[in-house]
Nanobody, 115 residues
């Protein structure tokens, strides 16, 4: 089992920044991909960004150029730096990890972008 704990959500004005962090514990050996999904009210959960164990990064189009994902393999953490936030970025953000083909999820952290 892998446990994931997120932190760093909150309320921010449009154009502002937030940094989300996720710490993995438990059976952390053999974790391959880690990343972030988000789910806005009334919408399906969608991928935001991911980073593989080899450091290959993928961003979905809505966040390209504004968000940056990073990973510390030794500390078993993955962060998401979010800049130039827009109201449409408002969602619950979920950290995830894949270990041996199994998805593990954090509990989610709320990000609200509003003036």
């Amino acid at each position: 089992q892998v446990q994931l704990v997120e932190s760093g959500g909150g309320l921010v004005q449009p154009g502002g920044s937030l940094r989300l962090s996720c710490a993995a514990s438990g059976s952390i050996l053999s974790i391959s991909d880690m990343g972030w999904y988000r789910q806005a009210p009334g919408k399906q959960r969608e991928l935001v960004a991911l980073i593989t164990s080899a450091g290959i990064i993928t961003y979905e189009d809505p966040v390209k150029g504004r968000f940056a994902i990073s990973r510390d393999v030794g500390q078993n953490t993955v962060d998401l730096q979010m800049n130039s936030l827009k109201p449409e970025d408002t969602a619950v953000y979920f950290c995830y990890a894949i270990r041996r083909g199994v998805f593990y999820w954090g509990q989610g952290t709320q990000v609200t972008v509003s003036s």
